[in-house]
């Protein structure tokens, strides 16, 4: 996904528009032990990262700039999401890890034309 990000103006990634899309990724399942697996990691992530948020922006001194200016600008906001990706290293890569495992699981299961009709469909319907 990341080579075909877009780039901000400090050199991170920005939004990352429509392509998800392009990949074949199955609904939900609550059986799959995949599935349960990456929402778990998810939730840690997401956990974490609410967890040390106050403490990277204090030592960055943004925790001062969001109470003089009431937001951060760009590259700060870029800094603070190296910074909390950095701390979460080991959990996103765990992530990815699934992922992959996931996609390529799921992708062996459909034929590569019924993938073509679902991203077709999806676009006209």
């Not at 901000?8 to 059986?31: M, T, V, Y």
């Not at 937001?71 to 080991?90: F, G, M, Y």
């Amino acid at each position: 996904m990341k080579p075909m990000q877009a780039k901000g103006f400090a050199g991170s990634e920005r939004h990352i528009s429509k392509k998800p899309l392009e990949f074949p990724i199955p609904k939900f399942d609550g059986n799959n032990s995949l599935h349960v697996q990456l929402s778990e990691l998810g939730k840690k992530a997401a956990e974490k990262a609410y967890e040390i948020l106050p403490r990277i922006l204090k030592e960055k001194g943004y925790d001062k700039k969001l109470q003089e200016r009431g937001t951060l600008v760009p590259t700060e906001v870029a800094n603070l999401r190296t910074s909390i990706r950095e701390e979460i290293k080991d959990l996103l890569d765990q992530i990815d890890e699934l992922v992959l495992n996931l996609l390529s699981s799921y992708s062996r299961e459909i034929s590569p034309l019924r993938i073509i009709r679902i991203g077709t469909s999806s676009r006209n319907g």
